[in-house]
């Protein structure tokens, strides 16, 4: 097939021509022009760490393919590296399979390796999935999913698509479920320990995160300007918990609420604590404001080490051995950055924040 499009760099103006491609990719979803625009705004311009790497698909003056990645830190062993993740792959329905993805993949990749990028992240659907793999993406885990339901009586009510949620509602069935996991032991108490709601991250947060990161081999790099703006400069209804001792920051929890038709349901996002007691007690604070709120079921998913799943398991959450996540890839030009290091899951501690999820 003759190929009648062309690939260029994202020249400014052209999110006009991108919203009309999302239309087309995602016509089942209500658009706000507006709110869109803020939205894109915000994590196209507003990025802490600069402008992103952005390719475009053109024919006839019309954008018909779109990928982009977004700029981060991460911390990969002792060093910090510049890293970026690859979101918003967008083909219009009458240009599939005649190598969009492919060609804007190759290209942003080729910039990102000239800017000094070492390490690119990618959370694909199943649809994505398999061109990852042609160009040299490899694997590091399935995510694992964790949820804890608060109503059940009105998450069983829910009529959704999505086959994640409805495998949820089908295992949470058996009265004996509810008998066994859904009992939630109390926090520890620690003296001093204080947890407080707060809109926003201050400074306390980059010697917090100087000290705990090194705990985790590999993760996203969290300092207080890219804190602040993932979840405090978004009207996403993100709810911030902070943990203190002696002014003293020791921890924080993000978690966010989205309505699914008549069911709410609250995601955590983000979750780092000095300690196994402290995040514990995190996650019963936000327990504790799921009910107040009335949230119907609380989903957890992440790829982190042994100490998230004892506290987890100990606050009523569970996971079923059917019930999984989506696709965690990671790409690298690197020469001085082991692969095998890059592609052990237990290296690793990514949480449902660290992607484009919003």
């Not at 089942?28 to 709110?35: I, L, V």
């Not at 949230?295 to 009523?316: E, F, Q």
């Amino acid at each position: 097939m003759e190929r009648k499009w062309s690939v260029m760099a994202y020249k400014e103006g052209d999110e006009e021509g991108i919203f009309e491609l999302w239309k087309a990719v995602y016509p089942e979803r209500e658009y706000n022009r507006e709110k869109w625009m803020r939205w894109w705004r915000w994590m196209y311009k507003d990025n802490p760490f600069g402008n992103p790497i952005m390719y475009l698909a053109q024919h006839d003056g019309r954008i018909v393919g779109h990928q982009s990645l977004i700029f981060m830190e991460m911390k990969i062993g002792n060093e910090m590296v510049k890293a970026s993740q690859a979101i918003d792959l967008l083909v219009h329905p009458d240009y599939r399979y005649q190598g969009i993805f492919l060609k804007l993949q190759r290209s942003a990749f080729d910039e990102a390796k000239q800017k000094g990028v070492h390490i690119t992240i990618g959370f694909p659907n199943e649809a994505a999935y398999p061109g990852h793999m042609k160009l040299n993406w490899f694997d590091v885990a399935i995510t694992k999913v964790l949820f804890k339901p608060l109503n059940w009586e009105n998450a069983i009510k829910l009529k959704t698509e999505d086959k994640f949620l409805q495998s949820v509602l089908a295992a949470g069935c058996s009265l004996v479920f509810n008998k066994v996991f859904f009992r939630t032991p109390k926090a520890p108490t620690l003296e001093d320990l204080n947890i407080n709601q707060t809109a926003s991250f201050d400074d306390r947060i980059n010697d917090f995160w100087a000290k705990v990161s090194n705990q985790y081999q590999i993760m996203v790099a969290r300092g207080k300007d890219y804190l602040n703006w993932r979840y405090g400069t978004l009207d996403a209804g993100y709810s911030i918990f902070v943990a203190e001792k002696a002014s003293e920051f020791c921890g924080y929890l993000v978690i966010g609420d989205k309505m699914q038709n008549s069911v709410k349901v609250s995601h955590v996002f983000d979750l780092l604590a000095q300690s196994e007691e402290i995040m514990h007690c995190l996650v019963s604070k936000a327990i504790e404001d799921c009910q107040r709120k009335k949230v119907d079921l609380i989903l957890y998913t992440l790829i982190a080490n042994k100490t998230y799943h004892r506290v987890l398991k100990r606050s009523g959450f569970i996971s079923l051995p059917f019930i999984k996540g989506g696709h965690f890839c990671a790409y690298s030009s690197s020469s001085y950055i082991s692969k095998a290091f890059l592609g052990d899951p237990e290296n690793w501690l990514v949480q449902v924040g660290d992607s484009d999820f919003i």
